[in-house]
């Protein structure tokens, strides 16, 4: 039985399948959206088709059961198959013999022997320039019989898939980490107010916080085509009331405080306040600025007549925003009528002797604060770091060997050549025939 | 200069390269190689004229930013990635068939904004999400993932051609299969890259590295693709039919996590 898990999980041929599979069943949770209310969901699909996904969690797929087993699979795979692989990577790496091995010119994957009839010096001089070329410059040892060089360049390329297969751990360990031990949610906060309690995303509830967030203001900037320039919050970190440090987020600026990440997300406008409305005297012809609350009365200059605004609408029928102005004079029934702002049609409102413009209001803005932790972080980067690493060793560097023998005696010497290389062999190979092609034409001179 | 006028001068030479190509291939003469090499060559330069001189106009708007920043740009740049992959493997790979399809690959992305009429091709400001050190670093490793890519599905779809119905034009089919192997172990890894500086751009943006937006999990589709295709030839040895078909599937992924996402499911990155 574990033998057989074991071959299992020493296949390369599960990774592919997995892999495949991985891809295959991830397409489902980027057709069907991710982690909205039952409800929702309710309404989207038939009875029938909401169960079926409902029991494969569909609904939050990379979180489900079944996809943090494969993930769990693959984790196994890859421990699995790059422990098979340790032992000859370091037998590849480690040091060479000292002795070379004869049989090596008769089983190593790129063989060439060939004659010469030149003087010893003159083969050995050759033979030092056709391993510098293809490989570095080489060792020589002298055997009583024969001679040899040896040289290796890059052996630890070999490292590189092996620093690839770790960092996918690291990465996937750092997932889970963060999925285990952080939180990610957001927090709505209004201008001057302040809160500590985070709603995790994806259903999961709230989170207190060991600390109140202050949100201290909240500013949007738009370029002048009406596309969003920048999303600021200026906010303070409270404790027991008392100021703890200040910060400003932006979008891509996010403010971290005790390992929690705080980033722009969205905002909102909570509410209006402070409105100023122009009154107009027609019979004097002054002007005065009521500064205004909703419901809150205010006497009109010069008359015994009150005003008072009871509704605001940010758009009223496509004319802007607008006000509920009621005006109240003794002895008559009240009046109401809607009030716009400066340099729109219809903006002054003649009532009797006054005449009413919504001059400016304040906005109230609420800012979305998306608040995370996610202890995984650095073994992630880590893994990132790692595995450009090891794509960079395996790609850029190839681990050469080369043996080079001259035996035989004076006027028929034999040159044999055995070399391996871990990619690019059939360039290598092209490159070796040249050089001793070149040899070959040297000698004929 | 007007950076658009430039890149249509660019669509224009882009289709003369790949005709020269063609020409050369089919009547097999040697002399007409150059010509081919020269007129991509000078398709290159101009392009990336253009590309600075928007990015120098979107400064004198006061908007300045890098031209990587909307579907147009994106557009430009994916062709212009293809010719830059081509020239830097056109040493390793001598075959004007290589350079055949890259240059029709780049005529085709370039023509498709005039074609369509509906891409903006207007400098636009940037949004607030978009002004990140990381835009450059991983739209270029992005955009030369793709291109390396779009390659490979062209030599694949040529090797199964080349099995199917043994034109003589055509390379050897183990050629074929060298260059879409070749082509997608180097776009793998810049696939990677493109994943890794979108994941320390998300986490900046967002407060999370990874978070299962459709972008993010269509590059993870891609990747997971590649990723059978490169295991499948180097530890099992597959080679042929059935690695072309892999290629195939990867490159329509690729599309879709170019243009799908944006266009037939929703997500954060609804800009491109």
Same mark, same amino acid.
């Given at each position: 039985?574990?033998?057989?898990? +074991? ?27 991710? &982690? ?26 990379? +979180? ?95 490292? &590189? ?123 004097? &012809? ?54 716009? $702002? ?27 604060? $998306? ?75 | ?9 660019? #669509? ?142 062209? #030599? ?35 696939? #990677? ?28 589709? #891609? ?50």
């Amino acid at each position: 039985m574990i033998k057989k898990l +074991h071959k299992l999980f020493s296949s390369v041929k599960l990774a592919i399948f997995l892999f495949l599979f991985l891809a295959a069943t991830s397409i489902l949770g980027t057709i069907i959206q991710q &982690g909205l209310s039952m409800e929702r969901y309710k309404a989207l699909y038939s009875p029938g088709v909401f169960s079926v996904l409902k029991l494969f969690n569909i609904f939050n797929m990379y +979180h489900s059961w079944w996809f943090t087993t494969l993930l769990i699979l693959l984790s196994i795979n890859i421990i699995v198959c790059t422990f098979k692989q340790v032992p000859r990577i370091i037998r590849l790496i480690s040091p060479e013999k000292k002795e070379v091995d004869d049989s090596i010119f008769k089983s190593s994957q790129i063989r060439k022997t060939f004659q010469s009839q030149k003087r010893l010096s003159d083969i050995e001089r050759q033979a030092e320039i056709i391993i510098k070329s293809l490989v570095g410059t080489p060792v020589k040892m002298v055997r009583d019989d024969a001679i040899y060089f040896q040289a290796e360049k890059g052996k630890y390329s070999r490292l &590189g898939m092996i620093f690839v297969h770790i960092s996918i751990l690291l990465i996937l360990a750092g997932g889970l980490t963060g999925t285990i031990l952080g939180f990610n949610g957001q927090m709505n906060i209004v201008e001057g107010e302040k809160s500590d309690t985070v709603t995790l995303f994806g259903g999961e509830g709230t989170k207190k916080l060991d600390f109140d967030v202050r949100c201290d203001d909240f500013t949007v900037e738009f370029y002048e085509t009406g596309m969003p320039k920048e999303y600021k919050t200026d906010l303070t970190i409270m404790n027991d009331g008392k100021k703890v440090v200040s910060g400003t987020i932006r979008v891509n600026h996010p403010f971290i405080y005790q390992g929690l990440k705080f980033c722009q997300a969205t905002y909102g406008i909570a509410g209006v306040s402070d409105f100023k409305v122009v009154t107009k005297n027609n019979g004097t &012809g002054d002007e005065t600025v009521l500064k205004l609350n909703m419901m809150k009365k205010v006497s009109l200059p010069g008359s015994n007549a009150s005003f008072a605004i009871a509704r605001f609408v940010t758009d009223h029928g496509g004319m802007g925003p607008a006000v509920l102005g009621v005006l109240l004079e003794p002895g008559k029934a009240h009046d109401i009528f809607w009030i716009f $702002q400066n340099g729109r049609n219809l903006n002054q409102q003649q009532k009797g002797y006054f005449a009413f413009t919504l001059q400016d209001f304040s906005r109230l803005y609420y800012t979305g604060i $998306q608040v995370s932790k996610d202890p995984g972080v650095p073994l992630v980067w880590i893994g990132f770091c790692l595995i450009m690493m090891g794509f960079i060793l395996s790609l850029f560097f190839t681990h050469k060997r080369i043996w080079l023998r001259i035996s035989g005696s004076q006027d028929k010497y034999e040159i044999s050549i055995a070399a391996s290389v871990s990619k690019n062999r059939k360039s290598f190979e092209e490159q070796l025939a040249g050089l001793t092609r070149e040899a070959a034409v040297e000698q004929t001179k | 200069m007007n950076d658009t006028f430039l890149i249509s001068i660019v #669509t224009f030479i882009y289709f003369s390269a790949a005709f020269v190509f063609l020409i050369s291939i089919v009547f097999n003469k040697k002399s007409v190689d150059k010509w081919a090499l020269i007129i991509t060559v000078a398709g290159l330069i101009l392009q990336t004229s253009a590309i600075i001189i928007r990015w120098i106009h979107s400064y004198q708007l006061g908007i300045g930013h890098a031209p990587l920043s909307n579907f147009y740009e994106s557009l430009v740049f994916f062709s212009w990635s293809i010719i830059f992959v081509y020239l830097i493997m056109r040493k390793r790979y001598q075959n004007n068939l290589f350079g055949l399809l890259s240059a029709f690959f780049a005529f085709l992305i370039l023509a498709y904004p005039s074609l369509s009429g509906k891409v903006n091709c207007a400098i636009q400001p940037l949004i607030p999400a978009l002004q990140s050190n990381w835009l450059i670093s991983h739209v270029i490793s992005s955009f030369l993932a793709y291109a390396c890519f779009a390659i490979a599905f062209g #030599t694949s779809v040529l090797y199964l051609l080349k099995i199917k119905m043994k034109p003589s034009m055509l390379p050897d089919a183990p050629f074929l299969d060298e260059v879409t192997y070749k082509m997608i172990s180097i776009g793998f890894v810049l696939l #990677t890259l493109g994943i890794i500086t979108g994941a320390a751009w998300a986490d900046r943006a967002w407060g999370r590295y990874w978070g299962w937006d459709p972008k993010e999990t269509w590059s993870l589709i #891609t990747w997971l693709i590649y990723g059978a295709f490169l295991h499948a030839r180097l530890a099992r040895g597959w080679r042929g039919v059935k690695m072309s078909l892999v290629s195939i599937i990867g490159f329509i992924a690729v599309i879709f996590t170019y243009l799908g996402v944006n266009y037939v499911l929703s997500g954060l990155h609804s800009y491109l």
